[in-house]
């Protein structure tokens, strides 16, 4: 069974930092690539970052770029979202989420979210 | 980047209705287009791809269709589980892709 487990979320000051893990099991995470999606409280779905099945190519959301970092360690099935220089508006359930095989572009599965909320 | 909007925001239904919900692209996305269902503190659940492809497990009530800038997802026989916002995805500028803005399906 396809399962992704997100952890690290909590409550940060603005221009502080947290780093987000995110845990998959079932599939051969390796071969997958992998996503970043978040969700606002009462909001909508916003794509945050994208990472290739090897790690070597990288995507950011404009509103992301620059402060949030993505990874993956292949060898511990493990996806990563380093925040840094957080603000207000980054508060939000951040999920990870699967591409299918072939890099298709939707999400198939998708984690249960951990909630960043960023006040002081 | 591609915009993409949902018309209505929100609907109230009843059990047993047939519910329309459109998805409109602010530029030609071809056939590149998934919906998503979520429900209240829960992540959201893949339902269909690729504008009429329902993904495995989906009740076969639920269906897509459209190209090119203008989507539909259906509906034909509303059940009580289905009472959730719907969301639809564009990826033709995968990997950075955009979310519509969801629709609300309510209780009558």
């Known amino acids: 069974e396809v399962q992704l487990v997100e952890s690290g979320g909590g409550l940060v000051q603005p221009g502080g930092s947290l780093r987000l893990s995110c845990a998959a099991s079932?599939?051969?995470?390796?071969?997958?690539?992998m996503n970043w999606v978040r969700q606002a409280p009462g909001k909508g779905l916003e794509w945050v970052s994208y990472i290739s099945s090897s790690g070597s190519t990288i995507y950011y959301a404009d509103s992301v770029k620059g402060r949030f970092t993505i990874s993956r360690d292949n060898a511990k099935n493990s996806l990563y979202l380093q925040m840094n220089s957080l603000r207000a508006e980054d508060t939000a359930v951040y999920y990870c989420?699967?591409?299918?095989?072939?890099?298709?572009?939707?999400?198939?599965?998708w984690g249960q979210g951990t909630l960043v909320t960023v006040s002081s | 980047a591609i915009r993409i909007t949902q018309s209505p925001s929100s609907l109230s239904a009843s059990t047993g209705d047939r519910v329309t919900i459109t998805c409109r692209a602010s530029q030609g996305i071809s056939s590149y287009l998934a919906w998503y269902q979520q429900k209240p503190g829960k992540a959201p659940k893949l339902l269909i791809y690729?504008?009429?492809t329902l993904q495995s497990g989906v009740p076969s009530r639920f269906s897509g269709s459209g190209s090119g800038t203008d989507f539909t997802l259906t509906i034909s026989c509303l059940q009580s589980e289905d009472f959730a916002t719907y969301y639809c995805?564009?990826?033709?500028?995968?990997?950075?892709?955009?979310f519509g803005p969801g629709t609300k399906v309510d209780i009558k």
């Open positions: 989420a699967r591409d299918p095989p072939a890099a298709a572009g939707y999400f198939d599965y």
């Open positions: 995805q564009q990826y033709y500028s995968y990997p950075l892709t955009t």
């Open positions: 079932g599939f051969t995470f390796s071969s997958y690539e």
């Open positions: 690729a504008a009429s």
